[in-house]
């Protein structure tokens, strides 16, 4: 489970990725977090609409696991298939990008003015010395610090946002570390790895 050695599971099939790592589309980074660990659902949910993906998996077999860490649960009835069909064709047929970073950075782009202006009226006697419209801008400034992980971050965390690893990388570390004193990594760790495998 490390750069130089990183195992993981689909099913029941193991594959050595370590040759992948540093020409994975996604980046290393989610690689890793998942690195010696089951990977069947994490795998099926970020690769939902193309075969090629696990055309490149099969590529690094390496064996089989007796045991796992998580229940296996049954095959796709082809509902799943279906669906992730009708939605790869959606965004075809209306040439919408899904990871398009453009309405994400526009909000951000008012969401941090924002923060930064009342963070400003708090801080400073600049704009006025009056404590009841510096409570109200305190409390702005909490709103907006939180907005930002609400899609930003959260959107960063499922490499959403943006085409590479350092688009979701840059502007999730400075949503979740900078701006709320938060940790990114623990997050993937608690959300991505913890959370969503059942709940999607």
């Not at 130089?4 to 020409?23: C, F, M, N, Q």
């Not at 047929?93 to 202006?117: H, Y």
């Not at 490499?159 to 979740?176: A, D, H, Q």
Request: charged share 20%; with cysteine; hydrophobic share 40%.
């Amino acid at each position: 489970n490390t750069e130089k050695s990183a195992w993981v599971y689909v099913g029941t099939k193991v594959y050595d990725i370590t040759p992948w790592l540093e020409r994975h589309p996604g980046g290393k980074v989610v690689l890793l977090l998942a690195a010696g660990r089951d990977c069947t659902d994490l795998f099926d949910s970020y690769h939902p609409f193309s075969d090629k993906p696990r055309e490149v998996l099969e590529k690094y077999y390496i064996g089989e696991m007796s045991t796992t860490e998580f229940p296996q649960y049954k095959p796709d009835t082809g509902f799943y298939k279906e669906l992730r069909e009708k939605v790869g064709a959606h965004f075809r047929d209306t040439k919408t990008n899904p990871k398009d970073p453009l309405p994400g950075l526009l909000r951000l782009a008012f969401i941090i003015a924002v923060f930064c202006a009342s963070w400003y009226v708090v801080n400073t006697y600049a704009v006025t010395t009056s404590w009841w419209v510096k409570a109200v801008a305190a409390m702005v400034f909490g709103a907006f610090q939180a907005l930002p992980l609400l899609h930003t971050m959260h959107d960063c965390s499922h490499t959403s946002f943006g085409p590479t690893e350092s688009w979701w990388l840059f502007f999730g570390r400075l949503t979740m570390d900078w701006m709320a004193g938060a940790c990114l990594t623990s997050w993937h760790n608690q959300h991505i790895i913890g959370h969503h495998v059942y709940t999607n």
